[in-house]
């Protein structure tokens, strides 16, 4: 298995751009997360799916940041318009089951200028 | 609202000594806890799983202990080496599958 794939591996944009991140989680597995990584606050959950369907979404800092599930290989996390603060590494990863490990990709590095 | 800490933020070793990390959680009502090893520049690693139900795991020479009651989980390496020096972090699971991380705690082991 070719594991948690997410594109682009790093981003850089000027701040007032739309950033879309993507993420292929692993085949079959049923839960889905997208955390932010930063020096100062570590690893946050931002949102996280199950069966495709969003659990918990009380990360999400703003209305600026959406993501969406539209099925079990593919998951997109939008920002809009992007903020310097917002410059992190995305990462996303998946699980079979709760009782499963969690699976993580290699992560986006995003810059916002 | 659930709050995992990690001690000590960093640990310098000599090789082959061994060595405990501490993780602990403020809201005892976990689904599992989980173990993992993050290299610089890459993403997260899952070393050990353990359910709540459960007190230990082990996998080579590492040992995940988990006190359920008292909030806390260790994590023993053994004999240790260059190769384990990495960010180690530790995650409690909720029963809805939401996955609370610590801060990690980063390992040197010098040759």
């Known amino acids: 298995d070719a594991g948690v794939i997410q594109s682009p591996r790093h981003e850089v944009t000027e701040m007032g751009q739309e950033v879309t991140l993507r993420c292929k989680p692993i085949?079959?597995?049923?839960?889905l997360f997208w955390y932010r990584q930063t020096m100062m606050r570590g690893l946050e959950l931002l949102i996280y799916?199950?069966?495709?369907?969003?659990?918990?979404d009380s990360g999400m800092p703003e209305d600026r940041f959406s993501a969406k599930m539209p099925n079990a290989s593919f998951s997109t996390l939008k920002i809009q318009p992007s903020e310097p603060r917002d410059s992190a590494v995305y990462f996303c990863a998946s699980s079979l089951s709760l009782d499963s490990p969690l699976h993580f990709g290699n992560g986006t590095r995003l810059t916002v200028t | 609202k659930q709050e995992v800490t990690q001690i000590p933020a960093a640990l310098s070793v000599p090789e082959g000594e061994n060595l405990v990390l501490n993780c602990s959680f403020t809201d005892s009502a976990i689904y599992n806890l989980q173990w993992f090893r993050q290299d610089p520049g890459k993403g997260l690693t899952s070393l050990l799983l353990i359910q709540s139900s459960q007190r230990e795991q082990t996998s080579g020479r590492l040992n995940a202990s988990l006190d359920k009651s008292s909030g806390r989980s260790t994590l023993y390496i053994a004999a240790s080496q260059p190769g384990d020096s990495a960010t180690y972090l530790c995650a409690v699971s909720s029963n809805t599958g939401k996955l609370i991380f610590g801060q990690g705690t980063t390992l040197q082991v010098k040759p």
């Open positions: 085949s079959g597995h049923n839960s």
């Open positions: 799916f199950n069966n495709n369907v969003p659990i918990d």
